[in-house]
């Protein structure tokens, strides 16, 4: 069949696969690979093959880094070879629609990472490997990364940081946790979204928990918190990390005045805002009455 084909097209014809945008590519049911010119090949031509024949696609994770990286976290495959990192770090991707081309997405990260170790699930998802000499990318220079993909390529994205992991075997299982998570999770955001495995982590135990967590809460602090606004400073200000200035110029009022409601709220409940449990305990509580 190769051979009469061979004949046919001649130089336009090849047995064996490029990332040569100008071939269409077919497999045989024996697993044989083929692809012709499509500026020789007509659409009836196209049409007849396309019924004896499969669409040919490159496999994912087919270049050599990637595929020791793709073995090692998903078939026990051996550590890969690096020099010098003890530490590396998942980001998770899901696309909302499939890419033309992987090399559009690699592209685009390679501006934020360099020689990125992209592991692919499928053509619309899969994770970036980096390990510690990339771990100075910050939480805004992600989603300035995230707006210029989505405005560039017109395809939202959700993306998800993951910790930092020993590379071992041991990590290998924290990530696959990690995956867990967010397959259990990413459903029920939003399709353009940047959030870190903590804050997953928080929000999930924080669901199956929201009940045990308003029933162990005074009716005190119950009735405090039911002030919509109350509960907004507050939560600005743990997400401030204390700070009244920055709470102050965020929520738009004077700081002799966050300061009268804090203390107010604290005589009210017994609450001792540089408290750390529970300062946390009340930032739960915000989050599980629906902020």
Not at 182 to 198: A, D, F
Not at 264 to 289: E, P, R
Request: charged share 20%.
């Amino acid at each position: 069949m190769f051979k009469k084909l061979s004949e046919i097209y001649k130089e336009n014809f090849s047995t064996k696969y490029s990332d040569n945008p100008q071939f269409q590519y077919f497999i045989t049911d024996e697993g044989e690979i083929f692809g012709i010119n499509k500026n020789v090949l007509t659409k009836k031509e196209f049409e007849i093959l396309s019924l004896f024949y499969n669409h040919y696609s490159p496999p994912l994770n087919q270049k050599t880094n990637t595929y020791s990286w793709y073995e090692f976290l998903f078939n026990n495959g051996e550590i890969p070879t690096i020099k010098d990192k003890t530490s590396m770090r998942c980001i998770y991707f899901f696309l909302q629609n499939p890419l033309d081309s992987q090399k559009d997405f690699e592209e685009a990260i390679s501006g934020l990472i360099e020689e990125p170790i992209i592991c692919w699930f499928d053509y619309q998802s899969g994770l970036i490997v980096y390990t510690s000499e990339h771990l100075t990318i910050s939480e805004n220079d992600w989603e300035q990364w995230i707006n210029s993909f989505t405005t560039d390529l017109l395809i939202n994205i959700q993306l998800f940081i993951g910790q930092l992991h020993h590379i071992n075997n041991s990590g290998v299982k924290k990530i696959h946790r990690e995956m867990r998570l967010i397959n259990e999770t990413r459903s029920s955001l939003p399709s353009h979204v940047l959030k870190t495995v903590y804050q997953l982590q928080f929000d999930y135990l924080l669901k199956s928990n929201h009940q045990v967590i308003q029933d162990l809460s005074s009716d005190k602090l119950l009735d405090s918190l039911s002030d919509v606004e109350l509960r907004k400073t507050l939560k600005v200000l743990i997400e401030n990390h204390l700070n009244l200035s920055l709470t102050a110029k965020e929520m738009y009022i004077h700081r002799n005045s966050l300061q009268y409601r804090l203390d107010k709220f604290s005589t009210n409940t017994g609450i001792q805002l540089k408290d750390f449990s529970q300062v946390s305990f009340v930032y739960w509580l915000i989050k599980a009455m629906g902020n």
